[in-house]
């Protein structure tokens, strides 16, 4: 079979560049990238993505010598259906390494097409760098390579660009921007070119959601054999899709993915979308890790397909999580029917030991705050969250979960379990685990301590099976 590449597809009209995208890797290439080609194939937006390699080692190479061509293929369940599809993605025009070829990169600035800058370059991407100067080439930090892009499109008395970053970090758009801002004054570049990041450009937070499991490395040579060519860089995807972009309305015009069919939101407040994902998809997630691992279970489909498990989270979802959350209630529950639809991807083989990395941050995120409106609602404490934290104290013991976390954070778990009798009240005290003492929670101790008692002489199982049964606090 021959390689993947331009001389094997049929050829895609030429577009003009109109996406700047920092970062190259699975999920933009599957999310973005993806996107830009169902806008492009309706004849919508007509533009391509130049990529922008963030780091000096990346997949540009790999990119180029498959002419910037790849398979995206979406696998999994979509509103009752199987889905199994593949497409080869054409809206990439070329990827620029910086680190390679820095005028290169400062030329995109006089690219008058060029309209969007989007990017995702993880959640220690959009971070401040003491260290970066204007006279760097590149820049290690991406906040300080875009304010150099930034500053050489203002010298060029240029437009400003719509600014998308996709790392998944609370209000991304302003910290980017507030960065840049700090760029700019550390540089001493200037009042005038500070008022023209202010006005000319629109910062806009976003938040995505898209189940990417990357190369299938496993059953690769049965894919490329279906496909009829080698393609090194194919990436698997979920159908599932949803992109919540605070800014402007005319962004409906400009970048007309909702036109397109895409689920896709535009919005003056993602506030409510922010919490509806992150506590009613990343939520459950956490609360079920530590119990099923217990239970034996491994991924998340097997936790879906057991009898007792589902009926835990369709609990949690109904009687805990919905119950709190601001949005109307019936969008929340067809949210959370598509979430257990997603869970039960038969493709995904979502392992929950992956999942439980750094089990304590992500509850005090996903879970803690829910817990305490619940708390603070039906002064009471919700019950199956309740016993996702017993579970999840007891699982930091460390003698039937291996758990993987911070050093401090095994630190003073280790510590505390040193003293069983006073672990629980030891552990939820500890602010820095939590940001705050969890012991002033009326009634918390007594309970996670009796339900730590019970996972110790029944299991978890059982645990849940009591809940189930409307037995709410054993």
């Given at each position: 079979?021959?390689?993947?590449?331009?001389?094997?597809?049929?050829?895609?009209?030429?577009l003009p560049t109109?996406?700047i995208q920092?970062?190259?890797g699975?999920?933009?290439r599957?999310?973005?990238?993806?996107?830009?080609?169902?806008?492009?194939?309706?004849?919508?937006?007509n533009?391509?993505?130049?990529?922008?390699q963030?780091?000096s080692?990346?997949?540009g190479?790999?990119?180029k010598?498959?002419d910037?061509?790849y398979?995206?293929i979406l696998e999994?369940l979509?509103?009752?259906e199987?889905i199994n599809?593949?497409?080869?993605?054409?809206?990439?025009?070329?990827?620029?390494?910086?680190y390679e070829?820095?005028?290169?990169?400062?030329?995109?600035?006089?690219?008058?097409?060029?309209?969007?800058?989007?990017?995702n370059?993880?959640?220690?991407?959009?971070?401040?760098?003491?260290?970066d100067?204007?006279?760097?080439?590149?820049?290690q930090?991406?906040?300080?390579?875009?304010t150099?892009?930034l500053?050489?499109?203002?010298?060029?008395?240029?437009?400003g660009f719509?600014?998308?970053?996709?790392?998944?970090i609370?209000?991304?758009?302003?910290r980017?921007?507030?960065?840049?801002?700090?760029?700019a004054?550390?540089?001493?570049?200037?009042?005038?070119?500070?008022?023209?990041?202010?006005?000319?450009?629109?910062f806009?937070?976003s938040?995505?959601d898209?189940?990417?499991?990357?190369?299938?490395?496993?059953?690769?040579?049965?894919?490329?054999?279906?496909?009829?060519?080698i393609?090194?860089l194919?990436?698997?995807?979920?159908p599932?899709?949803?992109?919540?972009?605070?800014?402007?309305?005319?962004?409906r015009?400009?970048?007309?993915?909702?036109k397109?069919?895409?689920?896709?939101?535009?919005?003056?407040?993602?506030?409510?979308y922010?919490e509806?994902?992150?506590?009613l998809?990343?939520?459950?997630?956490?609360a079920?890790?530590?119990?099923?691992?217990?239970?034996?279970?491994?991924?998340?489909?097997?936790?879906?397909?057991?009898q007792?498990f589902q009926?835990?989270?369709?609990?949690?979802?109904?009687d805990?999580?919905?119950?709190?959350?601001?949005?109307?209630k019936?969008?929340?529950?067809?949210?959370?029917e598509q979430?257990?639809?997603r869970?039960?991807?038969?493709?995904?083989?979502?392992?929950?030991s992956?999942?439980?990395?750094?089990s304590?941050?992500?509850?005090?995120?996903r879970?803690?705050?829910?817990f305490?409106?619940?708390v603070?609602k039906m002064?009471t404490?919700p019950p199956y969250?309740?016993?996702?934290?017993?579970?999840?104290i007891?699982?930091?013991?460390?003698?039937?979960?291996?758990?993987?976390?911070?050093p401090?954070?095994?630190?003073?778990?280790q510590?505390?379990?040193?003293q069983p009798e006073?672990?629980?009240?030891?552990?939820?005290?500890?602010?820095?685990?939590?940001?705050?003492d969890?012991?002033?929670?009326?009634?918390?101790?007594?309970?996670?301590?009796?339900n730590?008692?019970?996972?110790e002489?029944?299991?978890?199982?059982?645990?849940?099976?009591?809940?189930n049964k409307?037995?709410l606090?054993?």
């Amino acid at each position: 079979m021959k390689q993947l590449s331009a001389a094997i597809v049929e050829k895609a009209p030429a577009l003009p560049t109109k996406v700047i995208q920092f970062g190259e890797g699975n999920f933009m290439r599957a999310f973005i990238d993806w996107q830009l080609q169902q806008m492009n194939q309706k004849g919508l937006f007509n533009g391509k993505a130049t990529i922008v390699q963030p780091l000096s080692q990346g997949l540009g190479e790999m990119l180029k010598e498959q002419d910037y061509l790849y398979t995206v293929i979406l696998e999994g369940l979509m509103n009752g259906e199987v889905i199994n599809e593949a497409e080869i993605i054409t809206s990439v025009e070329s990827v620029i390494n910086p680190y390679e070829n820095w005028d290169a990169y400062l030329a995109l600035a006089e690219n008058d097409d060029a309209e969007f800058i989007i990017s995702n370059t993880t959640e220690a991407g959009i971070q401040y760098n003491p260290k970066d100067t204007l006279e760097n080439a590149p820049q290690q930090s991406f906040p300080a390579k875009l304010t150099a892009l930034l500053y050489r499109r203002f010298q060029l008395d240029k437009a400003g660009f719509t600014i998308i970053p996709c790392e998944l970090i609370d209000r991304n758009g302003e910290r980017l921007k507030e960065i840049v801002l700090t760029y700019a004054k550390d540089w001493q570049l200037g009042d005038a070119f500070i008022d023209w990041l202010k006005t000319e450009n629109v910062f806009c937070c976003s938040l995505v959601d898209r189940i990417v499991p990357g190369y299938p490395r496993e059953t690769a040579q049965e894919l490329n054999e279906k496909h009829g060519y080698i393609d090194k860089l194919m990436v698997k995807a979920e159908p599932f899709l949803l992109w919540v972009i605070e800014g402007p309305e005319k962004l409906r015009d400009t970048l007309p993915l909702e036109k397109s069919g895409l689920n896709v939101v535009v919005t003056s407040d993602m506030t409510p979308y922010r919490e509806r994902k992150v506590h009613l998809l990343n939520g459950p997630h956490t609360a079920m890790v530590p119990l099923a691992m217990l239970a034996e279970l491994d991924t998340v489909e097997s936790v879906m397909t057991d009898q007792d498990f589902q009926l835990f989270v369709d609990n949690l979802f109904t009687d805990e999580l919905i119950t709190v959350l601001s949005l109307p209630k019936e969008e929340l529950v067809d949210y959370s029917e598509q979430i257990k639809e997603r869970f039960l991807n038969p493709f995904a083989n979502h392992q929950l030991s992956a999942i439980s990395l750094n089990s304590v941050s992500k509850f005090k995120a996903r879970l803690l705050p829910v817990f305490l409106q619940y708390v603070e609602k039906m002064q009471t404490l919700p019950p199956y969250m309740t016993a996702a934290l017993a579970a999840l104290i007891l699982s930091y013991r460390g003698d039937q979960i291996t758990p993987q976390d911070d050093p401090e954070v095994l630190s003073i778990m280790q510590s505390a379990w040193k003293q069983p009798e006073t672990a629980v009240s030891s552990i939820l005290s500890q602010s820095t685990l939590w940001g705050q003492d969890l012991t002033e929670v009326p009634g918390i101790v007594s309970q996670v301590e009796k339900n730590c008692a019970f996972i110790e002489e029944h299991g978890s199982r059982a645990l849940i099976q009591n809940l189930n049964k409307g037995e709410l606090h054993p």
